[in-house]
């Protein structure tokens, strides 16, 4: 099948389009002018239920709803619209919005990103010690749009957002210097959307670098959900998947880190041909997601999709909380919603189900896991968990949390038991204080031994 994007400047070419009459298509016009909006022909024709759209996860996760702006943004929005307002005076409130919707969550921009003799390597995260993330400058882009992306800024054009980077040979001098690392996460937008050749120079750049601590190359994708003909009969298929058999043959491992959000993305032959071909390479399929209502807000929503990844050779990983960034307050569960969910799903399926963790805030100290709600001598409490940390010794000690029953995030939450503060708190300041982060470090031995 030959790949076809409709953007909000082609979209009324959809055939079901007219479907959704319109106010629908006002609405697609109002929430796009803000928030990206992308989507394809296959999860046009055989992905959305379009008997049932105004339900359907797949429509929900393409296509902007109304809901997903504020209403009085939506409300001044689609005046200024319906009255033709100009360009520019349009783009001034736009962006006025955007800056709204914290486009930088959990300090992306200033802490995550390291320094190499005085440079920024813009294309590079390295927060947790064992895994570097690299941003390949032809990867920020998607097969098609989720519509609760925590990357959207990327897709907006609000370009002094933006992660990327072209300069593989500064990524390698990074790594050379930083030997704890063990994991490179290409990740984007989708890297599965650059061609082979791009991928495989990347790839290539690592295999050949001679960084006996690399043990895995993990790329972030969601090209199984909207677009798995990338594995099958796109004209560099075959070659994918030879990358990926080379990453084997080097004795790495390679993961494929799929981002699913619903079992309906499992429904098709194309999806099974895919993950089967991408398995036959040798590469490991982790699959992840967050947890968003309207869309996924269902415990037995995620044991059926759990279960089928299994049935399919792949890894529950994780299960997120949406991030506060973009449409969340539309997306949003409860932290109680969120661990209850997890809960009755994980406690309906095998053991062999229950690799996946959550749900899990990726916030500025790191991973923390809502591992339940809990009662201690009278006291109802959230016993919190890190899975990952800023500091490696973080994880694993559990905390509490005074119990908030419409906490929706980690700054919604006090320390229980009067503590004034969360036990990693005096440690996390200091950090940003000083900022003797990852690369910080770097440019401090660096100083020492020029
Ligand atoms: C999630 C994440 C990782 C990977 O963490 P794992 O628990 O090893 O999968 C790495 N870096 C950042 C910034 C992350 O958010
Ligand atoms: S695939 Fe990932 S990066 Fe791309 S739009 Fe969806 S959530 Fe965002």
Request: glycine content about 6%; hydrophobic content about 40%; overall charge positive.
């Amino acid at each position: 099948m030959k790949y076809q994007a409709y953007t909000r400047h082609n979209y009324l070419k959809i055939p079901k389009i007219k479907k959704l009459g319109k106010d629908r298509i006002h609405a697609i016009e109002v929430v796009s002018s803000v928030l990206p909006f992308k989507t394809n022909n296959y999860v046009v024709n055989e992905l959305i239920n379009w008997n049932a759209f105004e339900n359907d996860p797949m429509f929900i996760l393409n296509f902007p709803q109304k809901e997903m702006l504020e209403k009085k943004h939506y409300d001044r929005l689609s005046e200024m619209i319906q009255k033709g307002t100009d360009k520019s005076d349009l783009l001034q409130f736009v962006n006025k919005i955007r800056l709204r919707l914290n486009p930088h969550p959990a300090g992306q921009l200033e802490h995550n990103v390291p320094v190499l003799n005085g440079q920024r390597l813009t294309g590079i995260q390295h927060k947790y010690r064992e895994t570097m993330l690299f941003f390949p400058s032809q990867g920020q882009t998607c097969h098609a749009y989720c519509t609760f992306c925590f990357r959207w800024p990327q897709f907006t054009g609000m370009s002094e957002l933006k992660f990327a980077m072209k300069q593989t040979e500064l990524m390698i001098r990074y790594l050379k210097q930083n030997r704890e690392i063990t994991d490179i996460l290409i990740t984007g937008g989708d890297p599965m959307v650059m061609n082979a050749s791009i991928l495989g120079k990347y790839i290539d750049a690592v295999i050949s670098a001679d960084l006996p601590n690399i043990k895995t190359i993990r790329i972030g994708t969601k090209a199984l959900t909207f677009w798995p003909y990338r594995f099958i009969s796109d004209p560099d298929s075959e070659e994918i998947l030879k990358l990926f058999e080379k990453v084997a043959d080097q004795g790495m491992n390679l993961a494929l880190m799929a981002h699913f959000n619903h079992y309906q993305e499992l429904s098709t032959g194309a999806v099974e041909e895919a993950v089967f071909r991408i398995r036959g390479t040798g590469a490991q399929i982790r699959t992840q997601s967050p947890i968003l209502r309207h869309i996924n807000d269902d415990a037995d929503v995620w044991a059926t999709m759990w279960k089928q990844q299994v049935d399919l050779g792949m890894i529950p990983y994780y299960m997120f909380i949406a991030r506060n960034t973009g449409a969340q307050a539309y997306f949003s569960v409860t932290l109680e919603e969120a661990w209850k969910t997890f809960k009755n799903a994980y406690n309906q399926v095998s053991g062999i189900c229950r690799t996946v963790r959550g749900p899990s805030m990726s916030s500025g100290p790191g991973k923390i896991q809502v591992q339940g709600v809990a009662d201690v001598k009278g006291e109802k409490v959230f016993v919190l968990n890190f899975l990952q940390g800023r500091i490696p010794e973080w994880v694993g000690n559990p905390f509490f949390a005074e119990y908030n029953p419409s906490a929706i995030w980690l700054s919604d939450l006090k320390p229980a038991f009067g503590e004034n503060q969360f036990f990693f708190e005096k440690e996390y300041n200091k950090l940003l204080k000083i900022d003797k982060l990852p690369g910080k470090k770097l440019q401090e031995a660096e100083k020492q031994s020029a």
